[in-house]
């Protein structure tokens, strides 16, 4: 294992991807992980032990929180105690930093690194949006040091997604989530990012026998709320409704309208109220529910039916981050100060 080559490498990667996909979940990518952890440890090429953190960083994702917490663990004690014996200090800094930014995926409990403290200066980001119907480009400028967690977060709050939900690529490179604890100013971004699902949302039913469900019935009343007065919706309302949720020429939109207040309008004042507002898109979702769905994603309206709103930024509890221990270990923090004074890729 000390001498492992990229080619030889590769040809271990293809064998334990063959393996694991013949097991079932409970014990899927567990299959070479020990020899994986020799490698890094013992190997000498540096470059093979940055592509093997890379594969464990993927292989843990199948994991259970109480493995993965072992493993780290077992990881942060064994790569002190060869930095303190004075070993390969840059290997072993390299397997460190890779300990913290796999543990900081969901967010780094604001333990904010030194580069953080600086003056970040402004990023203006263009994203082309394909996660849903909502506007097709759609900018944001935000502080440089975020770290990609957090641009993730901010991204999903303009097209109402979780930030996990977002698979984002800088031209046909992938911003992996292996690099959400990373600043923005380090990794290889330009000014413009495309979106899109990570994985398929499966779409809600709208109707059960018959009638809207409860949370479309839910849907439509915060949508009828937000285009009426005092309970009622004028000609007015509705048309700049439809011209939101379907985007046709002014003269459709005002031949839909038209077509709807005929038919749904009982008291023929000019006006809907509730009950004949979701008539109508109960009608409509039972003979053609794509076109329901169509305006309701123009609204932001997720397919499980959800409006996240203003979704607030998760952090996980810094006790339990690895660089909660490190910044409170004085031995270790001895060590990084002197390191500082070692000339070349060390310091």
Not at 122 to 139: A, D, G, Q, Y
Not at 174 to 202: F, M, V
């Amino acid at each position: 294992m000390r001498r492992v080559t990229v080619w030889s490498f590769n040809i271990f990667v293809k064998l334990v991807a063959s393996l694991n996909d013949k097991l079932d979940d409970s014990e899927a990518n567990k299959v070479g992980m020990s020899e994986l952890i020799v490698m890094i440890f013992e190997n000498e090429n540096l470059a093979v032990t940055k592509r093997a953190l890379e594969l464990m960083s993927h292989l843990m994702d199948k994991f259970d929180k109480e493995e993965t917490g072992a493993l780290k663990e077992g990881f942060l004690e064994k790569c002190l105690a060869r930095l303190y014996e004075g070993a390969n200090y840059e290997k072993y800094l390299s397997i460190l930093s890779s300990i913290l930014n796999e543990s900081e995926k969901a967010g780094n409990g604001n333990l904010n690194p030194v580069s953080r403290q600086l003056p970040p200066e402004k990023m203006h980001i263009t994203f082309i949006n394909h996660f849903n119907e909502l506007r097709n480009k759609l900018h944001l400028t935000v502080n440089s040091n975020l770290t990609l967690y957090e641009l993730r977060h901010e991204m999903g709050r303009l097209v109402n997604a979780y930030g996990h939900e977002l698979k984002m690529y800088c031209g046909e490179k992938l911003l992996d989530e292996h690099w959400n604890a990373l600043s923005i100013d380090s990794l290889p971004l330009d000014n413009t990012i495309s979106i899109s699902k990570r994985h398929k949302i499966e779409r809600a039913e709208l109707t059960t026998a018959g009638k809207l469900t409860d949370d479309a019935n839910k849907i439509f009343k915060m949508v009828f709320d937000e285009y009426s007065t005092n309970g009622l919706m004028s000609k007015n309302d509705c048309k700049r409704l439809q011209k939101r949720m379907v985007g046709d020429s002014m003269i459709f939109v005002e031949s839909k309208v038209n077509k709807i207040f005929q038919n749904y309008d009982a008291d023929k004042d000019d006006h809907l109220k509730f009950s004949e507002f979701v008539s109508h898109y109960e009608m409509l979702a039972k003979v053609k529910p794509n076109s329901v769905w169509t305006g309701l994603e123009a609204l932001g309206v997720r397919e499980d039916l959800r409006l996240l709103g203003d979704v607030p930024l998760t952090q996980p509890e810094p006790t339990e981050l690895p660089r909660y221990f490190l910044v409170h270990n004085d031995r270790f923090m001895g060590l990084l100060f002197d390191l500082l004074s070692v000339e070349g890729s060390v310091a």
